[in-house]
């Protein structure tokens, strides 16, 4: 799936969460992806919660997985480990760069590190995902 499929299966799959995410490079094996970064995804403290740290996370890896196997809609996370390392700024967006290390015929491997934007030399969490593809 190219750019453009994989909007278009966010906003027909996921139509309530489509326009939080913004694809803004795929390669193979590669993907990055943009989260617009809005008070409602804001912690007490002014920085992004965990939770929306690991819904970018786990949103990048399975359009990197989509990517490669198609729109497979019931591809589901089958494990997760996240390290936040950082504070993120609450008035950046948070980008994602995902790379897919192994892609097998029912189970998909991805790393993935978050950063605010303009710094990706301080990423501010990594994450290891593990996709079960039907």
Known sequence: MDIDALNAFLVSEFPQVADDFEIESLETM??????RTRPAHLRPGGTVSGPTMFALADVAVYLA???LVGPKALAVTTNCAIDFMRKPAADLDLIADVEILKLGRSLAVGDVRLFGEGHEDRPVARASLTYSIP
Do not use: A
């Open 65 to 67: 997985v989509l990517s």
């Open 30 to 35: 590669r993907l990055r992806v943009r989260l």
